[in-house]
């Protein structure tokens, strides 16, 4: 049997190119420049077996984040499990919004609600060192992640504190007394029956991160109804959504009593995200 070498592997493999040098330099513990410098040398048999197994794994659809453990956000490198969404480049925009609102005030006071990875709120806190981030999700395992991926990338240090991170459904477990500057959230918002969640990588992430299992809008109705009482004066209110959504999110944003409402698109051209402010006191 002829040597198998890391560029025979790949000229073999019936994946895009670029996922299948991420699964191959995952299993050796190469960077991807060692493909190139290293690209003719002979591989042990187990490290082909391993390899092959992810592809083919790969081949029946599971993500390669999942495959891997990890997908890189805002710069940062988050753990990834079956038990979270798996953070998505479009989301960013969300980290950007909240920090732009934030630039003036000291020691923001900063609330994530459905944080899976950890990725927005750990992110704001890389940013901003100062912020104090409390982080929530009804998903112990979820928060398990969120929780390992806080202690790698943060400093324990951090002026803001270590991130607070809570399970709780929305808002349930927060002290009443709490106020915050910004809240975030990226919540389940796919309608129940949406073809999107029998396709791709969404079939194997966590259903309830996906889908309200309804219209797409009750999690962001709880959210933007519940904020009032949570928001300090001029606070802010930023929520992802779906493609399609945004109109919806504004109207349900205007109709709580929301100032300055409008909504930001991605890179792509989507209104992704739409917020507003909180005019005055808390409620």
Not at 264 to 278: H, K, N, P, T, V
Request: charged content about 25%.
């Amino acid at each position: 049997m002829a040597p198998v070498t890391p560029a025979a592997l790949l000229r073999a493999s019936p994946l895009p190119s670029l996922e299948a040098r991420i699964l191959l330099t995952h299993v050796l513990g190469w960077r991807h420049t060692q493909l190139i410098t290293r690209s003719d040398e002979t591989l042990d048999g187990s490290i082909v077996e391993r390899y092959r197994a992810l592809e083919g794994r790969r081949v029946a659809g599971e993500p390669v984040a999942q495959l891997v453990g990890a997908r890189e956000f805002f710069g940062l490198d988050f753990e990834v499990t079956p038990d979270v969404l798996i953070p998505r480049p479009e989301t960013e925009l969300l980290v950007e919004t909240a920090l732009a609102a934030m630039e003036n005030i000291s020691r923001p006071r900063v609330l994530d609600l459905g944080t899976g990875t950890g990725a927005i709120a750990v992110a704001i806190a890389s940013m901003r060192p100062d912020a104090q981030v409390w982080a929530l999700d009804r998903s112990a395992e979820a928060l398990a992640v969120a929780t390992r991926n806080a202690a790698r990338l943060l400093d324990a240090k951090r002026p803001g504190g270590l991130v607070d991170l809570q399970q709780s459904d929305w808002y349930g477990s927060l002290d009443a007394a709490l106020r915050f500057d910004v809240i975030v959230s990226n919540p389940p918002y796919i309608a129940s029956g949406d073809p999107h969640l029998l396709e791709g990588d969404l079939r194997f992430e966590p259903r309830g991160a996906l889908t309200d299992e309804a219209d797409g809008l009750s999690a962001i109705r709880k959210i933007v109804a519940g904020a009032p009482t949570r928001l300090a004066a001029n606070g802010v209110l930023w929520i992802e959504h779906g493609y399609d959504q945004a109109e919806a999110v504004r109207d349900l944003l205007t109709a709580e009593g929301f100032t300055q409402v409008r909504s930001e698109q991605d890179l792509a051209g989507i209104e992704r995200i739409s917020g507003g402010r909180w005019p005055g006191l808390p409620r």
